[in-house]
């Protein structure tokens, strides 16, 4: 009789735990879906909090509060702005225009159907653009900017160019259209400009204009055949090429790797 109270005992004490197990393993699972909901819902939240603080720190400048609340490109389209503004102020830069040549206008589209003013910088996605424009101007008969080939887009006849305007009209159009231009960081450009023009080569033109004069130049005892043909510069060289004083001298550069601000002079 005792025995059998005892075993009573051990299966009652048994069933109360494993209830009480059973109903901590219930409270722990709702808790913990309760808190990963409130987590998903609100990381997105606190990811741009900390990505507006870092904008913050970077640009160094206070994030007003109505700034906090737009979207984060929002937020570092006008932080960049802001500092732009900071420094034209510090070196009193002055935003009315000033006198232009024609060589800073050379790469500015116009589209005046729809009052806009696009600076291409080669190797910053500019044929794609250019591709766009001819879609916006009826300068295509597709209306898909991917069916154009990429040769048509550097037909110069497809397009109006602000040189081509009188200086009155070139004043009107810089006060009154939507200016916009793409940039990239410029050792990128450099690699890409390289790789498009001396690695994957689709064609002699600067090999022959730009890599025989650069093998001559910064490659010491050079083979015949590598001053021949100028088809194997290596970056090294073509990097002290660009920054060689004598280069400097040679003229302009050329597009695919001069300075984003000489193309586009900012205005």
């Given at each position: 009789?005792?025995?059998?109270?005892?075993?009573?005992?051990?299966?009652?004490?048994?069933?109360?735990?494993?209830?009480?197990?059973?109903?901590?393993?219930?409270?722990?699972?709702?808790?913990?879906?309760?808190?990963?909901k409130s987590y998903v819902s609100t990381i997105g939240d606190c990811n741009r909090c900390k990505d507006v603080d870092k904008l913050r720190a970077f640009y160094g400048i206070q994030v007003s509060s109505e700034l906090e609340d737009r979207t984060l490109l929002e937020a570092e389209m006008a932080m960049r702005r802001s500092v732009v503004g900071r420094v034209c102020r510090r070196l009193q830069v002055s935003r009315h225009l000033k006198p232009f040549s024609v060589e800073e206008l050379r790469h500015v589209i116009v589209d005046d159907r729809n009052r806009i003013l696009f600076?291409?910088?080669?190797?910053?996605?500019?044929?794609?653009w250019k591709r766009i424009f001819l879609v916006l101007m009826d300068n295509n008969s597709?209306?898909?900017?991917l069916d154009i080939a990429a040769n048509e887009t550097h037909k110069s006849q497809h397009f109006h160019y602000l040189s081509e305007y009188t200086e009155s009209a070139v004043r009107h159009r810089l006060r009154n259209y939507f200016k916009f231009l793409f940039?990239?960081?410029?050792?990128?450009?450099?690699?890409?400009?390289?790789?498009?023009?001396?690695?994957?080569?689709?064609?002699?033109?600067?090999?022959?204009?730009?890599g025989r004069l650069i093998v001559q130049r910064h490659r010491p005892n050079a083979t015949n055949e590598s001053l021949n043909a100028g088809d194997d510069v290596t970056f090294d060289e073509f990097v002290r090429y660009l920054i060689d004083p004598r280069t400097?001298?040679?003229?302009?550069?050329?597009?695919?790797?001069?300075?984003?601000?000489?193309?586009?002079l900012p205005r």
């Amino acid at each position: 009789m005792l025995l059998n109270d005892v075993f009573g005992m051990n299966r009652r004490r048994q069933l109360r735990s494993f209830s009480v197990l059973v109903l901590f393993t219930v409270v722990f699972f709702v808790a913990s879906f309760i808190y990963l909901k409130s987590y998903v819902s609100t990381i997105g939240d606190c990811n741009r909090c900390k990505d507006v603080d870092k904008l913050r720190a970077f640009y160094g400048i206070q994030v007003s509060s109505e700034l906090e609340d737009r979207t984060l490109l929002e937020a570092e389209m006008a932080m960049r702005r802001s500092v732009v503004g900071r420094v034209c102020r510090r070196l009193q830069v002055s935003r009315h225009l000033k006198p232009f040549s024609v060589e800073e206008l050379r790469h500015v589209i116009v589209d005046d159907r729809n009052r806009i003013l696009f600076c291409f910088v080669p190797k910053v996605a500019s044929t794609n653009w250019k591709r766009i424009f001819l879609v916006l101007m009826d300068n295509n008969s597709s209306l898909n900017p991917l069916d154009i080939a990429a040769n048509e887009t550097h037909k110069s006849q497809h397009f109006h160019y602000l040189s081509e305007y009188t200086e009155s009209a070139v004043r009107h159009r810089l006060r009154n259209y939507f200016k916009f231009l793409f940039v990239r960081h410029p050792f990128e450009r450099l690699l890409s400009a390289f790789r498009n023009k001396f690695e994957h080569v689709y064609n002699d033109y600067f090999l022959s204009r730009f890599g025989r004069l650069i093998v001559q130049r910064h490659r010491p005892n050079a083979t015949n055949e590598s001053l021949n043909a100028g088809d194997d510069v290596t970056f090294d060289e073509f990097v002290r090429y660009l920054i060689d004083p004598r280069t400097l001298s040679d003229g302009p550069p050329n597009e695919h790797w001069q300075s984003i601000n000489d193309l586009c002079l900012p205005r």
